[in-house]
């Protein structure tokens, strides 16, 4: 077990609350299609009908998930709603990085959803959140412990939602944001102001690897069992808690090959699926390379676990069987 950093910032202290992106969009498009779309299904999205959030793309393409969701069998897809708003799809096709979920999100007349908090929803992990403001009232607030902010219609913000921070609707009229988890990559860096992609191009900030197909007849070599901290299949959790848990705290591990794919099962239960991105080297689908499992060669017969946290790494090394 081993912890290395090469540059201390893993929660990323020095990035800012917020920044705007450089896309911008058609406010008054999306407001027409939204508006034809509840003239026709109802109140399956309203602030006033209680139905605040309606999920674009969830874990399993599952209509009614609006959580920000993790590790999974399925992995994210388009749920049935995306079809009936060609835009809102055409927006997630167009941002150049995976989109992991997406979702819009209504805040009524004089409504404060406070205590709003996603962790590791940040660069630091390989993740990023943005938000897209298509109705917004004049007296609408996105409201971070040091600062607020009153963001156009139409324009592209990054948000640290990693961070404690609220929406104030001081207004008469409803607000509606397109909220949407990519993945962190090279491309989106380049959408941050320029003061910002130095910090985004560093060790601070966590791209995401491509997948590495498998081969036919390759997968079953990585086919074992192991024992891992319970921490690893905690993603929210801090990395170092896999270091402390060496003592004790462990769960019984297997990676199975299917013929739909590689699974993490633990204490007997599938977890998640895997994705291999290189050299036996798995993450956990519907995750970044925040936490990753190595297979090993049969000379060396072990695992190796990595959780990464902006530049920071934990590794513990497990034997396999």
Wanted: net charge neutral; aromatic share 8%; proline share 7%.
């Amino acid at each position: 077990m081993a912890f290395s950093s090469r540059s201390y910032d893993p929660h990323g202290n020095s990035f800012p609350n917020a920044a705007q992106l450089a896309l911008t969009y058609d406010a008054e498009r999306l407001r027409k299609e939204l508006a034809a779309f509840r003239s026709q299904r109802g109140n399956v999205f309203s602030a006033a009908s209680g139905q605040r959030v309606l999920p674009l793309r969830s874990i399993g393409g599952d209509p009614y998930r609006v959580d920000s969701g993790g590790p999974s069998l399925s992995g994210f897809q388009d749920t049935r709603w995306l079809e009936h708003l060609p835009a809102f799809r055409e927006i997630l096709a167009g941002l150049p990085a995976p989109v992991r979920g997406a979702r819009l999100w209504a805040v009524g007349p004089g409504v404060r959803d406070t205590g709003l908090q996603s962790l590791k929803v940040g660069p630091p992990w390989g993740l990023c959140r943005l938000h897209l403001p298509i109705t917004v009232p004049s007296a609408s607030l996105v409201v971070f412990v040091e600062e607020s902010h009153h963001w156009a219609a139409g324009t592209l913000q990054f948000a640290a939602s990693w961070r404690s921070h609220a929406i104030v609707n001081h207004d008469a009229e409803e607000l509606i944001h397109l909220v949407v988890d990519l993945c962190h990559t090279e491309a989106t860096t380049a959408l941050f102001p320029p003061q910002l992609q130095e910090w985004l191009a560093g060790p601070q900030a966590l791209r995401l690897r491509p997948a590495v197909p498998l081969p036919a007849t390759a997968g079953e070599r990585y086919r074992c069992r192991f024992r891992v901290p319970e921490s690893f299949a905690n993603w929210e959790g801090l990395g170092h808690q896999m270091l402390v848990e060496r003592g004790g705290g462990f769960t019984e591990a297997e990676i199975e090959v299917r013929s739909a794919g590689t699974v993490l099962v633990l204490a007997g239960r599938p977890f998640c699926a895997l994705e291999h991105i290189g050299q036996g080297e798995f993450r956990l689908c519907g995750w970044s390379d925040e936490r990753t499992l190595q297979v090993s060669g049969p000379a060396e017969a072990a695992v190796v676990l990595r959780i990464r946290e902006g530049g920071n790494t934990y590794k513990m090394k497990v034997p396999r069987s």
